[in-house]
């Protein structure tokens, strides 16, 4: 009998690793890409230019929890001003433009090497088929650093995550008003976990419980 609950609740795990449960996985990147170009991140105490990129979620209808944003960043030698103080955030979407700060992710505040750079997230939840911004700036000091953007707007997703081709640049600590763009998108990748939906849960700890209230009935009959 020991065997066979242990059956049913393997069963219920898997059947919970199916759904997505804390599965990680890479959802949009174009890492892979030539770098064609950059754009500056600098200031504020220089000629400051923060700098953003637009992404939508999939559809998935729980919604995802952000793992963690890489980007890749170039050395430019005699116009890199690396001082630190550079910051990763996701914003919020505000009709064309970046709107209000969602998350200040957790990384190198001095890029300064060309080289892709991770920044995670923590407890950031991010609702389905909804467009949000990556933003780059410098919060003090002078610093210029350079963010570079690929070749095409071919990437990779996984989803329905999409890349929009639109970049946005603020000349005013990162808040409005934004200069909206578009063209070949900033080299970044998205990590994030699909969260399954309440009825998904219910729908499985239903099946777990059927499982082992048939094996007790199975067991008071014998």
Do not use: C
């Not at 209808?61 to 050395?75: P, T, W």
């Not at 080289?115 to 088929?129: E, F, K, Q």
């Amino acid at each position: 009998m020991k065997s066979q609950y242990s059956a049913v609740l393997s069963a219920v795990l898997g059947l919970f690793a199916a759904a997505g449960t804390g599965r990680a996985a890479v959802v949009l990147s174009n890492l892979g890409q030539t770098s064609n170009d950059y754009d500056l991140v600098s200031g504020p105490e220089s000629a400051e230019v923060s700098h953003a990129v637009q992404f939508t979620t999939g559809p998935n209808l729980g919604g995802y929890v952000l793992e963690n944003v890489r980007i890749s960043i170039r050395n430019v030698p005699g116009t890199t001003v690396a001082n630190g103080n550079f910051t990763l955030s996701i914003y919020n979407h505000d009709g064309t433009a970046p709107g209000t700060v969602r998350a200040v992710l957790s990384g190198t505040s001095n890029p300064s090497d060309t080289g892709v750079y991770r920044y995670d997230a923590s407890g950031v939840s991010l609702n389905p088929s909804t467009s949000y911004w990556v933003v780059a700036r410098v919060t003090a000091g002078i610093s210029t650093y350079h963010w570079n953007f690929a070749s095409s707007g071919t990437f990779a997703s996984d989803g329905g995550w999409a890349l929009n081709g639109n970049y946005a640049q603020s000349y005013s600590a990162g808040v409005a008003p934004w200069t909206v763009s578009s063209g070949d998108p900033n080299l970044l990748s998205i990590e994030a976990t699909a969260v399954p939906e309440p009825a998904e849960y219910a729908l499985l700890s239903g099946l777990g419980l059927a499982g082992v209230v048939f094996l007790r009935r199975r067991r008071a009959a014998r």
